[in-house]
């Protein structure tokens, strides 16, 4: 069955190649010339045109609507979409089995100041924010608003929204108690915060007392960062605001909201709506500056309507998006969620999408949409176990080095990527990718990890020694690729188990420091992510770390050593970056903090048969991120 699936994945994946630049082709006349009147653009005097779903709607005119000097989305070069103009209307549905999260929907949403096409880091743009400029000490950055941006009340956007983010949210000890590290000198816990100058009525600088070479991909995309912590609708949230508030009708909201007297933080804090409040009810009638903004919420599907302010455009004048709306079911797991693309009911998913149901997608492909092949952002099954654990005989198993050489040793990378990624992967590059028994048993041996007379190892303790694997089924490879594992390291001996727990349990499990091993994704193809599995090896570490010693414990010096190699990563600007990361992978690859047993894993994409501006090039993300380009064909 499995040499059957990868014999029929590989086939479907070379037919894809084959059909897919499907954005590119001839586009007809009637959907590309903007002087031309169409059912599906709606020609203006000033040169842009607006979704026809807007007319009608007592809406001011679409140039008053957009920015002096709109973001023009294929302005930037790039040979991962053949984009092509497209057409409006239409609703994009998808579905997620995460309650109150659909990942596929924040990304497609999620608007950075700054931008880098295809998510490589190798170029930084405008987006929201017009443009930048850095000092040549790297430690002024001097950025450009788009003049006549406008929320999507259509209340201006001026310097006085990002001063009101600065000043009375980040600079305000009640609202931020802990000013964030990122935004600090260094990108450290206990650098010095940041400066905030606003130099005209467009413009505003922030400076920093170090170099910070590697700040604008911070505001482009690492961590997934949105505008919304820089950037804060003032003529919104000043009503709940005690510098700004009326106290009287300030004292009655908060009785409203059910608060204590006085307690404005709180009542501020459920008003303001940050990027990973996307689909929360709160952000309903919330001013925002994405493409599609949430207008209802039930119980199984949240709803999103195309912005009128949005401040993108195509080369035609016409104004984005494309879409008019977006609809997100959530089902009770992912295996309904396979049967819902089967039966043609979603038009769009990347983050759930299963290789190993490649062959049944493409079966159903009748049903109105197409399974494409792309590259996955992420190794999506690195394996963890918690070296803070608080058990001591876990710490010193697994503190010790050989210990996670022998496991490293007894991972048959070939078999994961046939068994499990059906050869469409390849083993990680950041460890040795040998698989070596005799010498995995020997390192074993060597720590005194003898068998019991029921073959397992034992541990310090004379007890027998147990991996209790704890997963979230938060993607479809996760379970498989732990079950694999499991067996390989059985080999050795030891008791390994698995159990399948609830994300937000997993979520809340992890944070409290009580998980001992996992499996999860980890952004190691992204290196501007610093994003190396800490808060999963080493929680209790990182917390460290990260609170500049004020909690969790102290990291021994090579965890420490790491640390820094990766927060200098981080503050250096992208040539230099790519230089500290190689020394980022030596440690990785030296002490195998975490284990990366494959990398280059291609991923399903399901999209419906009639969308344009859809590429197997590049990341698949990447038409997440482009999502305001996707169009129904006529």
């Known amino acids: 069955m499995k040499k059957f699936l990868k014999t029929a994945i590989a086939t479907i994946f070379l037919a894809s190649m084959a059909l897919t630049g499907c954005g590119g082709g001839t586009t007809p006349a009637s959907t590309t010339a903007k002087s031309t009147t169409t059912d599906t653009t709606k020609v203006t005097s000033t040169g842009y045109s607006q979704a026809p779903s807007l007319d009608g709607k007592g809406l001011p005119p679409v140039k008053d609507r957009l920015p002096v000097q709109p973001k023009l989305v294929n302005e930037e070069p790039s040979d991962l979409l053949n984009y092509t103009i497209g057409t409006y209307g239409g609703t994009l549905r998808t579905v997620t089995s995460t309650p109150n999260w659909d990942a596929d929907v924040f990304v497609m949403d999620n608007e950075p100041l700054l931008n880098t096409p295809g998510i490589l880091g190798s170029q930084i743009t405008g987006n929201i924010l017009q443009g930048y400029k850095v000092s040549p000490d790297q430690k002024t950055f001097t950025f450009t608003m788009r003049k006549g941006l406008k929320w999507s009340d259509g209340q201006p956007v001026t310097v006085q929204d990002v001063k009101f983010a600065f000043d009375d949210v980040l600079f305000n000890k009640e609202l931020t108690p802990v000013f964030p590290a990122w935004l600090r000198s260094g990108g450290k816990v206990d650098g010095q915060p940041l400066k905030f100058d606003v130099i005209n009525d467009y413009t505003f600088q922030i400076s920093f007392s170090e170099p910070y070479g590697g700040f604008p991909i911070l505001l ?23 510098k700004y508030a009326d106290p009287v009708v300030l004292a009655q909201e908060i009785k409203k909201a059910g608060f204590k007297k006085g307690d404005w933080v709180k009542l501020f804090q459920t008003k303001d709506v940050l990027n990973w409040d ?45 879409i008019d709306n977006i609809q997100s079911s959530m089902v009770q797991s992912m295996d309904m969620e396979v049967m819902s693309v ?31 092949m792309s590259k996955l952002h992420v190794t999506p099954t690195d394996i963890f176990l918690n070296e ?35 050869g469409f992967a390849d083993p990680g590059i950041i460890e040795n990718p040998a698989f070596n028994l005799d010498e995995a048993n020997k390192l074993l041996d060597d720590m005194g990890m003898k068998k019991g007379p029921d073959g397992y190892r034992v541990g310090p303790d004379g007890k027998k020694f147990v991996i209790p694997f704890e997963v979230a089924a938060i993607a479809p490879d996760v379970v498989p690729l732990t079950e694999l594992v499991m067996a390989q390291w059985r080999s050795l001996g030891l008791d390994v188990t698995m159990k399948t727990i609830d994300p937000t349990l997993w979520g809340t499990r992890n944070a409290a420091n009580q998980l001992r091993a996992t499996v999860g994704w980890v952004h190691t193809q992204l290196w501007y992510m610093g994003d190396w599995g800490q808060g999963y090896w080493g929680p209790l570490w990182n917390e460290w770390y990260t609170t500049g010693g004020k909690q969790g414990e102290k990291p021994p010096a090579d965890v420490e050593k790491l640390y820094n190699l990766i927060n200098q990563v981080s503050v250096s600007s992208p040539d230099e970056a790519q230089k500290a990361i190689e020394q980022v992978h030596q440690e990785l690859g030296k002490n195998l ?31 997440n991120f482009s999502a305001e380009e996707l169009y129904y064909k006529k």
């Open 220 to 242: 482009s995309i690492k961590g997934w960062v949105g505008y919304t912590d820089l950037l804060k609708p003032f003529h919104f949230l000043k009503q709940y605001h005690k």
């Open 278 to 322: 996307l689909p929360n009810p709160k952000a309903i009638g919330f001013p925002v500056l994405y493409p599609w903004m949430l207008v209802k919420k039930t119980a199984t599907t949240e709803y999103f309507d195309r912005n009128p302010y949005y401040f993108k455009v195509d080369s035609a004048g016409n104004q984005l998006p494309y």
């Open 342 to 372: 089967l039966a043609g009911n979603v038009d769009f998913q990347r983050q759930d999408a299963a290789l190993n149901k490649m062959p049944l997608y493409k079966e159903n492909e009748s049903h109105g949409y197409k399974a494409i």
């Open 388 to 422: 803070t654990y608080k058990d001591p005989v876990w710490r010193k198993v697994v503190q010790d080095v050989r210990f996670r050489q022998a496991l490293s040793l007894a991972m048959n990378r070939k078999d994961i990527i046939n068994d499990i990624y059906y």
């Open 593 to 623: 903090w975490f284990f990366v047993p494959i990398e280059n894993v291609k991923q399903p994409v399901i999209v419906n048969a009639k969308l344009g501006n859809v590429t197997d090039k590049g990341y698949a993300i990447g038409l």
